[in-house]
């Protein structure tokens, strides 16, 4: 006998070492796939974290009081008054183009921003306070130095007179960059100093709070009765089937149904979240409906034999009993569903969810976007600021998606139970 397992020894050995081979050949495919992970969200993020700074421009306004009536200070022509302070402050700017160009320095906000801060001190009328605009995305860009200004001026946009006017701002300390919080406060603009997520992440919330109380219930409910109460015949065979082949039906064809459906039938606003919700509950419901099924069947069937032996009805059994039990994995299911919606893109386009929102939309009625149509639109834009705004766009986007998996692990973890 010892000789026997003498001779299997080779055998054995090449078999052990066939095995590590094969570990260390899956910690390695590991290990790539995190390196590349990181790679890319960590060249996402050091591109988008340009977008939390934003430079802004000091001049001297003289608030002259024969343009700015005390009594009706929003009739003022503040613009006027910002191009006065740009000439004043380098008054050897002569040509038209010239002007128009320094004019450029400062984002098109700057009479906005200089009616809000007369209004909010009706004092500094008469006066020459300085002011802070936003620059413009041209200037912010060099500042930034995200533009080299090395590169031959055919090939920037910024002109070299443009240059010497940011240096010389610079050298007197009137340029400085600001943490950049209207890029959480704000909507979309077509100028990329002004653009924010407000708009869609607010457009994003409302649609998936919509998917939610409608794909939850109704995915759950569903999922019930296909474990617990429905008979075993070809029909329910069916809708098993097509629910499992719905769960991989791609995303766009919602859109397709609830633009044929939702608008056009029913005639629903469009743009709306309340569409949105809609359709993303539809592409949800699946999701939701496997996972919950498969929570159930998880659930011992012991727990559903003693409770009918008790005398509690099928349907005690199903909702007191099994239904508690299961849920952890109910819930587990609902929040990947949600997770997987709120990455959704196609279906939102389809029902008009790409349309240039400013204001922040306050119910569901109202036309909105949603965080990756606004994402959509910023990666097609052309200049070059965008680029810092998609890029922190995306991390937002990946940090609400990790929220909603962490979330989805706690749940599962706080109210699972070991049987």
């Known amino acids: 006998m010892t000789d026997t397992f003498t001779r299997q020894t080779p055998a054995l050995r090449r078999r052990h070492a066939a095995e590590r ?9 590991i290990l790539i796939a995190v390196g590349f992970l990181f790679v890319m969200v960590g060249s996402i993020a050091s591109i988008g974290v340009g977008a939390l700074r934003q430079s802004h421009i000091g001049l001297k306004v003289f608030l002259d009081p024969g343009q700015i009536d005390r009594n009706a200070l929003g009739d003022a022509d503040y613009g006027r008054l910002v191009k006065a302070a740009l000439r004043a402050r380098f008054p050897d700017v002569r040509a038209r183009r010239d002007k128009r160009r320094l004019y ?17 001190n009706p004092a500094l009328i008469g006066q020459s306070p300085k002011i802070w605009f936003i620059a413009s995305d041209d200037v912010d860009m060099v500042v930034k130095e995200e533009i080299s200004t090395e590169t031959e001026a055919a090939r920037r946009r910024t002109t070299d007179k443009e240059l010497n006017w940011i240096e010389k701002l610079k050298a007197d300390g009137d340029i400085v960059t600001r943490f950049n919080a209207r890029f959480f406060l704000a909507g979309d603009s077509r100028e990329p100093e002004l653009a924010g997520i407000l708009s869609a992440l607010v457009g994003s919330i409302l649609s998936l709070t919509v998917c939610f109380f409608l794909s939850f219930p109704v995915g759950i409910l569903s999922a019930i009765y296909l474990e617990e109460f429905a008979p075993k015949n070809r029909w ?3 809708i098993e089937v097509n629910i499992n082949n719905l769960a991989a039906v791609p995303s766009i064809v919602f859109g397709l149904l609830g633009m ?34 498969a929570a159930m069947r998880a659930v011992p069937p012991s727990i559903r034999e003693a409770a009918l032996a008790l005398g509690a009805s099928p349907t005690q059994a199903a909702f007191h009993h099994v239904a508690p039990l299961a849920l952890p994995g109910m819930l587990t299911g609902a929040v990947v569903g949600m997770a997987r919606a709120l990455g959704e893109t196609a279906p939102l386009l389809m029902i008009g969810m790409v349309a240039f929102i400013v204001n922040v939309p306050t119910s569901i009625v109202e036309p909105a976007t949603a965080l990756p149509v606004q994402i959509f639109l910023w990666a097609d834009s052309p ?30 973890k706080k109210y699972d139970k070991r049987f």
């Open 21 to 29: 081979r094969f570990q260390w050949t899956g910690l390695l495919a």
């Open 104 to 120: 450029g320095l400062v984002s098109s906000q700057a009479a906005f921003t200089l009616r809000d801060r007369v209004a909010e």
């Open 236 to 238: 329910n065979e069916l």
């Open 260 to 293: 044929a459906v939702f608008l056009n039938t029913f005639g629903l606003p469009r743009s709306s979240p309340l569409v949105g919700g809609m359709v993303l509950a539809l592409m949800t419901l699946p999701t939701i409906i496997i996972a919950s099924r």
């Open 383 to 412: 200049e070059r600021a965008f680029l810092e705004k998609t890029s922190a766009a995306i991390v937002v986007l990946l940090i609400f998606l990790i929220v909603m998996n962490l979330t989805a692990i706690i749940l599962r």
